[in-house]
């Protein structure tokens, strides 16, 4: 009867110590692998905007069930076909998906290229902020003067991005904050950005917050 007790003992601590720690290690693969489905969409984007010698365009928004979406589809700008009707010119570089409009529609809507959800163990979350802000958590806003173009990342056929250009939220990442997509778990213990830290070379990091030292690209502790 003692030796059971112990067992039982023994069994219990291991429980309250392993499940813990599971639990743990599950959301962090969860949180990385979320990470690493975010940088792959932006990633095609920019090589499908090299390749194709056109605007590429990532719209972020929210799912119905408050996951995070990402479209991604292709714009006219930059089309090198000759003499292109008077509405698909009005349409070209416009940062938004025309679809049905042209005259000559529909062979000349602008494709979409991928629509991907991520996992729910993620929501849009700038720390700091609200939950579920989808404004507060794509932060590049604002294209040719107009502030209804928004939550979106434009990749060019050079390489690099289109400059978002609110000043209040899409500036060039800082530790504080900047332009990106904003991200936490679902409990809003580990926060997240993925973002594009040069306009020239479309380069792509990973920042997560650290208390005392804000958004960084290494070092990084987990809860």
């Not at 499940?19 to 690493?36: E, Y």
């Not at 972020?60 to 479209?71: D, M, N, P, V």
């Not at 049905?100 to 849009?124: H, K, M, N, Y």
Request: proline letters at 4%.
């Amino acid at each position: 009867m003692v030796e059971l007790l112990i067992t039982l003992v023994l069994l219990g601590f291991l429980c309250a110590v392993t499940v813990p720690l599971a639990g743990k290690m599950i959301r962090r693969a969860r949180t990385f692998g979320a990470v690493a489905s975010i940088r792959q969409v932006f990633a095609v984007a920019r090589l499908q905007a090299i390749r194709r010698g056109a605007n590429v365009v990532v719209v972020a928004a929210r799912s119905a069930e408050g996951q995070i979406r990402l479209r991604t589809f292709q714009d006219r700008a930059n089309d090198f076909s000759p003499l292109l009707p008077a509405d698909e010119q009005l349409a070209a570089a416009n940062c938004r998906q025309d679809s049905g409009t042209f005259a000559t529609s529909p062979a000349t809507d602008e494709p979409t290229l991928g629509d991907v959800t991520i996992e729910t163990s993620v929501r849009f979350w700038k720390y700091g902020g609200t939950p579920d802000d989808l404004r507060g958590g794509m932060s590049f806003d604002t294209y040719a003067g107009d502030a209804g173009i928004a939550d979106r990342v434009v990749f060019l056929p050079t390489g690099g991005i289109l400059r978002p250009e609110d000043p209040s939220n899409s500036f060039l990442p800082t530790a504080a904050g900047g332009r990106g997509l904003y991200f936490a778990d679902w409990s809003g213990l580990n926060f997240f950005r993925v973002t594009v830290d040069s306009d020239l070379t479309g380069h792509i990091r990973s920042d997560k917050y650290q208390d005392g030292r804000g958004y960084v690209a290494s070092g990084w502790s987990w809860l």
